[in-house]
């Protein structure tokens, strides 16, 4: 049986204007009260996701930033991860010389060093405002613990500065493209994958116990964990060929969840 469905949710369970279709809503209701836990994993701050919760109606478990926030869906925090302000120094230097956005995460909040007009269409997304923080180097591991470094610039700034944070701090940090044009830096061994597992052996889970939803790079690591991978058909070949089933939408992949279910033999 599968007991817990995952989901992301920017070009999963979300769309670009912020809202849940309510076909997918009704469908993670309907999963919930077929008695199927839930989750949400997303590159997204954990209070971003309760906002997104409050829409549905529901708690979920919720795995934050990637990974470096995991709470139970009691509120009960199993894991939480923030850079070595030194690194975090180093990397955010280099990464404001870029052609781009960048910013800076703690738990609740993003950061930025000065807001231009760029910001405004990327506000309309988010849930809460980006805050600016003038002398962002001289913050970082005094009163700003960042547990993630956004970068947003063209395809090729971004695959160009993923390179060079390779090269640089392989050792130290891992890197998700969490949507086109966006690409994530993490603290070593925080992602989707870590974290979703760490909330199964809470949860007392296998692999084939659980369901998981995405549509980008940074699912990959969840896909990994279940014969029950589900990628929307609007993602890109290589996290495509991640997957083991293709839908167009949540409510399709929860009806197949729902199908799987009904045809094991009940215990």
């Known amino acids: 049986m599968i007991r817990l469905i995952v989901t992301d949710l920017d070009g999963t369970l979300l769309g670009y204007d912020r809202r849940?279709?309510?076909e997918d809503r009704e469908a993670v209701v309907r999963a919930i009260t077929n008695g199927i836990d839930f989750a949400v994993?997303?590159?997204?701050?954990?209070?971003?996701?309760?906002?997104?919760?409050k829409e549905i109606g529901h708690d979920a478990h919720r795995i934050s930033?990637?990974?470096?926030?995991v709470y139970t869906s009691d509120h009960h925090l199993l894991h939480q991860r923030t850079f070595d302000p030194a690194l975090a120094r180093s990397i955010y230097e280099q990464a404001r010389t870029l052609e781009a956005i960048v910013l800076v995460c703690n738990e609740q909040t993003s950061f930025v060093e000065t807001k231009t007009e760029q910001m405004e269409h990327m506000r309309s997304r988010l849930f809460f405002d980006i805050v600016e923080k003038k002398q962002m180097l001289d913050a970082i591991g005094h009163d700003l613990s960042p547990s993630k470094i956004t970068v947003i610039a063209e395809e090729d700034v971004i695959n160009r500065f993923q390179s060079f944070v390779h090269k640089q701090w392989d050792r130290y940090?891992?890197?998700?493209?969490?949507?086109?044009?966006?690409?994530?830096?993490m603290p070593k061994q925080?992602?989707?994958?870590?974290a979703l597992r760490l909330l199964m052996n809470h949860l007392q889970l296998k692999?084939?116990?659980?369901?998981?939803?995405?549509?980008?790079?940074?699912?990959?690591?969840?896909?990994?964990?279940?014969?029950?991978?589900?990628v929307m058909s609007h993602a890109h070949e290589q996290v495509k060929n991640e997957a083991n089933y293709v839908v167009?939408?949540?409510?399709e992949a929860i009806e197949t969840v729902l199908t799987i279910n009904e045809k094991m033999p009940q215990t």
């Open 65 to 69: 930033q990637n990974g470096a926030f």
């Open 20 to 22: 849940v279709k309510e």
């Open 173 to 185: 940090v891992d890197t998700f493209i969490s949507e086109p044009r966006c690409l994530d830096i």
């Open 41 to 53: 994993a997303s590159g997204r701050m954990d209070n971003e996701i309760l906002e997104v919760l």
């Open 207 to 230: 692999g084939e116990e659980v369901a998981c939803f995405g549509d980008s790079f940074n699912d990959i690591p969840m896909f990994r964990l279940t014969p029950h991978s589900f």
């Open 248 to 251: 167009s939408s949540v409510h």
């Open 190 to 194: 925080i992602s989707k994958g870590e």
